[in-house]
């Protein structure tokens, strides 16, 4: 197990320096870094002598390797615009984001499970029937599209939930803001999180129907049967564990892409997190930020990858495979 | 009263464009402690056959007419809750392959007390006596290491033991096993046959063993079933089935033997295949690779004939060599 956890820690390293070059190569081809922050009046010779003495010159790889000393110390630059470290801006918008997807998650995770598994073990139901219907629909339907629809049905035809910001949030410990602990924040978090699941929840529920009714299938399966045992210690303990085996795997991945997706919602929704800040950035060419965006994003999404992989390897008593196989025949 | 007794069971496959039939008239009968084998071609039904005795055909199969009287109750007529009380219980299974039987995610442990659970009210720390002692009496070694481990950390025969020991950890008077060895390594399946065998004698447990090997149902078992295209074509003492059998169909499977073949030549199968259900011949299925057919066995189906301790359903049944 540890050599598991070292392996993945030294995979997960890997996929951040990965990351930060393509951040900071980025760098270059987004405009003169000069000109956002003189401003035209400066003489060109000026120019030079300030490009000399921030180090604008030198070779691609000093200039990496200078880039992430800071960046491991968390300095990141600072933000053109708001003028401040870049990682701090970045920071005060993380609570947002983060309790949008989790929301989103949520809302995944509690109706992708019973809803597949219902329908693998009751396929002809027309229940089962609508759902994989709807889930059709649901996929082919884009983002914003649903997003734009849930505001005008919900808030502004029959008004029942706000369309707009986080509402009223309270501070926790550390500076984190939260809107799940408010009654107002709570009610801001319902549209923007269905929102945001609208793909990703009919997927889940093809891909837990799919690897249910597979495993419904096995010989495994087939012999709990035969031993005799309750139909749901079958469902619910042999068949659903195996189910969501390869489901964990392509959630921790999902998470990253529901991240990519916040840009979208928190557009929309006015939601003030790090996808919104980010096009922000981009209208501004504020490339510290835009860096700092992409390197905490990666972080995050490495962050999440590696936590699955460690459940998955809890979960599946195969991946303890540091033990010689038995063979005693 | 028989243990078990099957009485013209009929099996469809109720498929999209027609019902296939898998079974036609199917009648067996075992006794307490009684060991029978069932052979046949692959496609001949054995395994429907098994698996239809605890209502556990797969999709979309179901019995459509006979009964299954067993311990004096027709198991046909079961309800479902009553029916998941005979099995592990009463009749349990050793399926094909344990590399797939045992399920990867659970404890050995967890596999073999569930059995438990499920039929007796029963503390857990009894049933995990109760599993460990089952695992010594299959013959696994460190018996109580064995509980905690996952499949994955077992060899192939190991876990057919272990598959073994889950059918036999509730005492059930009959256990069906379908083809229990033909996964496994050729060595292996010896020490396996031997278990099942000194098992059964031990406790007195009624065996249906399925198998595609003649040589095998003659160590193992007192009477043995020969099945082709979904019927039993000959049934009787395994003996009398291995030294006079009657019909042209278990004379070709002996034929097919390594044994009854000179070194280095071909082996002698029967000629043609098995027909699939949707093409099953009129009269007598066996017809167009029987080497005996008349003109009778394209359009009758022969009925069957007591001949000694043997039945069987052939318009030609006649002795080897006559
Ligand atoms: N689920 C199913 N749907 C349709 N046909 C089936 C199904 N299961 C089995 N059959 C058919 O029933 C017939 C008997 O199959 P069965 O599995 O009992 O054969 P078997 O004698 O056990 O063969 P083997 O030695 O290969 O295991 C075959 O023709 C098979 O194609
Ligand atoms: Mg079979």
């Known amino acids: ?329 | 009263m028989s243990l078990l007794e099957v009485k013209n069971l009929e099996v469809r496959f109720a498929m999209r464009k027609e019902e296939l039939v898998a079974l036609r008239d199917v009648s067996f009968k075992v006794e307490k402690g009684e060991r029978l084998g069932i052979v046949g071609e692959s496609g001949a039904g054995k395994s429907v056959a098994a698996f239809s005795i605890l209502n556990l055909i797969s999709k979309p199969g179901y019995i459509s007419a006979g009964e299954i009287i067993f311990e004096g109750q027709d198991l046909t007529k079961l309800s479902p809750q009553q029916m998941s009380q005979i099995r592990g219980n009463r009749i349990s299974m050793v399926f094909q392959d344990p590399m797939m039987t045992l399920n990867p995610v659970l404890t050995i442990g967890t596999q073999m007390t569930e059995a438990l659970h499920a039929h007796q009210d029963i503390s857990k720390e009894d049933a995990k006596q109760r599993a460990i002692e089952t695992l010594a009496q299959v013959h696994i070694p460190s018996a109580a290491t064995r509980f905690d481990q996952y499949p994955h950390e077992l060899s192939g025969g190991m876990r057919q033991r272990v598959v073994i020991a889950i059918a036999l950890i509730t005492k059930p008077p009959l256990i069906i096993a379908d083809e229990p060895t033909t996964a496994l390594d050729v060595t292996i399946q010896a020490e396996i046959m031997d278990l099942m065998m000194e098992l059964c004698r031990t406790s007195e447990v009624g065996l249906i063993l399925i198998t595609h090997d003649l040589g095998v149902i003659s160590q193992m078992t007192q009477r043995a079933i020969v099945m082709y295209a979904g019927r039993i074509v000959e049934e009787g003492d395994t003996k009398d089935i291995i030294n006079d059998a009657y019909h042209p169909y278990t004379h070709g499977l002996m034929d097919a033997l390594p044994q009854k073949t000179t070194p280095g030549q071909r082996l002698n199968q029967i000629k043609g295949v098995m027909p699939a259900l949707s093409s099953i011949p009129d009269g007598c299925a066996f017809n167009p690779r029987c080497p005996l057919v008349a003109d009778i066995c394209r359009t009758t189906i022969p009925d069957y004939s007591n001949i000694g301790s043997t039945r069987v359903a052939c318009h030609k049944a006649a002795p080897r060599g006559s």
């Open chain 1, 1 to 329: 197990m540890l050599a598991f956890f070292v392996r993945r820690l030294v995979q997960a390293a890997l996929v951040m320096l990965i990351i930060s070059v393509i951040a900071f190569s980025i760098q270059d081809n987004l405009g003169d870094p000069l000109r956002e922050m003189v401003g035209q009046s400066v003489s060109e010779a000026e120019r030079q002598a300030l490009r000399e003495e921030m180090g604008l010159n030198d070779p691609f790889l000093i200039q990496y390797w200078r880039f992430l000393k800071k960046a491991v110390q968390g300095d990141l630059g600072t933000s053109y615009f708001f003028k401040r470290p870049a990682v701090d801006v970045i920071l005060d918008k993380l609570p947002a984001t983060l309790e949008l997807v989790f929301g989103a998650s949520l809302i995944i995770i509690l109706f992708s499970v019973p809803i597949g598994v219902f329908a693998a073990i009751y396929p002809k139901h027309w229940f089962s029937k609508l759902a994989m219907g709807v889930s059709i629909v649901g996929i082919s339907i884009p983002v914003f599209l649903t997003a734009i629809l849930s505001i005008y049905i919900f808030s502004v035809e029959l008004n029942w939930l706000p369309s707009f910001g986080r509402g009223e949030t309270v501070e926790i410990f550390g500076g984190w803001t939260t809107g799940f602990l408010t009654r107002d924040g709570l009610v801001h978090l319902i549209l923007p999180c269905i929102a945001l699941s609208s793909i990703m929840l009919p997927l889940f529920i093809r891909l837990i129907r799919a690897e249910m009714l597979e495993v419904l299938e096995s010989e495994y399966v087939k012999f709990a049967w035969a031993k005799g045992l309750s139909p749901n210690r079958v469902w619910f303990l042999h068949a659903l564990k195996n189910t969501l085996l390869p489901v964990i795997t392509v959630g921790g991945v999902q998470i990253g892409t529901l991240i990519a997706y916040t840009i979208l919602t928190e557009t929309v929704f006015q939601w003030p997190g790090m996808g919104f800040l980010f096009l922000e950035a981009v209208n501004r060419v504020d490339t510290p930020l835009i860096i700092a965006y992409l390197i905490v994003v990666g972080l995050i999404f490495v962050i999440t990858n590696t936590v699955v992989d460690l459940i998955y390897g809890l979960v599946n008593p195969m991946v303890k495979l540091a033990r010689p196989q038995g063979g005693d025949d």
